[in-house]
């Protein structure tokens, strides 16, 4: 089948640029020893999860606790659930999962730590578990004090979990790349307060697991990160191109789309809108549009209506029935509104992948 | 079952708050003459459609062929496609769909058009059609002048299509409850000058096709609109509140959460982000945040992750494993990130229904 053949909208993967891109950091992992435990929650299928195991990955990360059940049905391995999960159903499902895999869970409270830990000790089974520290995102975290230090020690005592370290999310770390430059130093200043405040308790860590996308290859020179779990990497965005850690031929996916009114004078409208894309706004660069038109810099996607894109063709001329493709601003929520995507190599369509993951919020 | 025995996130329609919403538009059409076709995009499930046809709905609309063969599975009646459909593979799934129910499209061009009347005679169907015009807004449909014209009578013209009428969006009609009153009085100078020309033409029309939910209730005095298709009005949300259209009391869907951190000073985060409720930004109001949290107007949502929601507490305590139910921005794009929502009265659930729409792309 060829890409002419796909009814629009459709969501597109470029396996070659896919290819490249999971590469590149398998081999920059590979080189600074740190291992690499990519976020799944970009695409949420299995298959591309393999595909990141088979260059080097050590393991998965997810978001949600039904995200970690699909990836272990799949045969996944070495799961990591980066995100407190409260409440007696999430902790049973918890266990179960940790009696068929390894699962490794992040938290920031006594509260999870201690649910987890008395339904792990009850079922008679371990789960992994990390304390998440906050280094300036502001999102979750412990404080980087001393006074958090009681909180990570009883933690580490409690029955039915195997402390493996900690973990920090530097989503913070954006913008130019001389921005981040500047970001990593102030970053690099807490994160050796950390392990100088884990050191003096004498907390061990096996893993300290870091990392993002827009700062995946200066992962090397953050201080005493020794795993990374960067999610976007795999696709690329306009996000990240924009923060210029990614050029337009390394965006691997684009949705297809058609053109079905340019009646509004110097608009023209694509069967794409918000319900298609996100409507996730830009977070870099200019921070104006909602996407990429390939091969037309002047068009603006000004707009996004729930299943309108509104081109602003700045000149170009575009007719009703033609079709563009364009990279999407935030490619997580991008594929996250499909129930299957296709994987395309030049114009030839050669994979239809469902997005198992999706939709499973729980 | 009782919320409580819920997990969460869970998207919640009070039933209550939702029959009180729809037989409040039912009414008002009945009492001002007006067809109602309301946008089922909003909910995308059959037997919440299925309940507006029975507060007086003379049809439903949708935005997409595919949504439309999930409401004709349903045997869902009237179904008006508003949205203009291109290419060959979509004419014939939409020929076939008129085989078996009453089915209306919505166009702004020749090209569209002559689409679906090659395909709908050689089928040996009829399609009804609806031309779109556009009052203002600025996305889809033909200007309103003399030029405009042409196009509409060839339209008018073609084989397989039955022609019923016109069709405007006044999705310009926003802002609060005195901006839309200024704002009326233009669209009705624009809508008198399109009854002029169509009449000038001799060009009949059974249907005159507006609304949406901000001015639902100013609906009988838009000059010679006598169908109306709102969509959020049979839930409400934080959007419509702050247009001054509704009441937080008058909102039948709340996103149930849980608190799943407190570790940064001032804020909690709940297991519901952009992933849960969209991450589509509030258009009315002061513009600020991505929800409002039931009871605690103190609060605000100040941030969405994909799966962490932030809340700057305003000097209010909550606690992990607190609960909180939250009013979207945009009710639309919430319970389209959903496969299943549920029906609550009072503190029962009472209903789970397949948001069976969902994910139909094309």
């Not at 578990?129 to 909180?151: K, M, N, Q, Y």
Request: charged share 25%; aromatic share 6%; hydrophobic share 40%.
């Amino acid at each position: 089948m060829r890409i002419t053949d796909l009814d629009t909208p459709a969501v597109l993967v470029d396996v070659d640029v896919m290819e490249r891109n999971l590469r590149r950091l398998g081999d920059y992992c590979a080189e600074h020893s740190l291992r690499l435990r990519p976020h799944t929650k970009t695409h949420k299928i299995p298959e591309l999860a393999r595909r990141q195991i088979e260059h080097g990955a050590a393991g998965i990360t997810v978001a949600k606790l039904g995200e970690a059940e699909v990836m272990a049905d799949a045969g996944l391995p070495g799961i990591l659930i980066v995100y407190p999960l409260f409440g007696a159903a999430k902790w049973r499902r918890l266990t179960a999962l940790a009696r068929r895999t390894d699962v490794t869970v992040a938290c920031d409270s006594v509260e999870i730590a201690s649910g987890i830990s008395a339904q792990a000790r009850q079922d008679g089974v371990t789960v992994g578990l990390l304390v998440e520290f906050d280094t300036g995102f502001g999102r979750c975290g412990l404080p980087i004090d001393e006074f958090s230090l009681p909180a990570a020690r009883r933690i580490r005592e409690l029955p039915g979990l195997e402390w493996r370290g900690v973990l920090v999310y530097p989503g913070h770390i954006m913008g130019t790349a001389s921005e981040r430059e500047v970001l990593l130093n102030r970053e690099n200043e807490t994160l050796s307060r950390l392990m100088e405040l884990l050191k003096s308790e004498g907390i061990d860590c096996l893993i300290v697991s870091g990392g993002n996308t827009p700062a995946a290859f200066l992962s090397h020179r953050f201080v005493g990160v020794n795993e990374i779990r960067p999610g976007t990497y795999i696709f690329n965005d306009k996000n990240t191109v924009c923060a210029e850690a990614a050029s337009w031929g390394d965006c691997a996916v684009t949705v297809l789309a058609t053109v079905v009114s340019t009646s509004v004078y110097g608009k023209a409208i694509i069967d794409a809108g918000g319900k298609t894309f996100s409507g996730d706004s830009l977070l870099s660069g200019d921070r104006q549009g909602f996407g990429h038109v390939i091969g037309h810099p002047e068009i603006l996607v000004e707009d996004l209506s729930e299943e309108h894109g509104h081109l602003r063709l700045g000149g170009s001329r575009l007719k009703v029935g033609d079709r563009v493709r364009v990279v999407p601003n935030h490619v997580c929520t991008c594929v996250n509104m499909h129930d299957r995507v296709y994987g395309v190599q030049r114009e030839d369509v050669v994979a239809e992948w469902e997005v198992a993951g999706r939709g499973k919020v729980r």
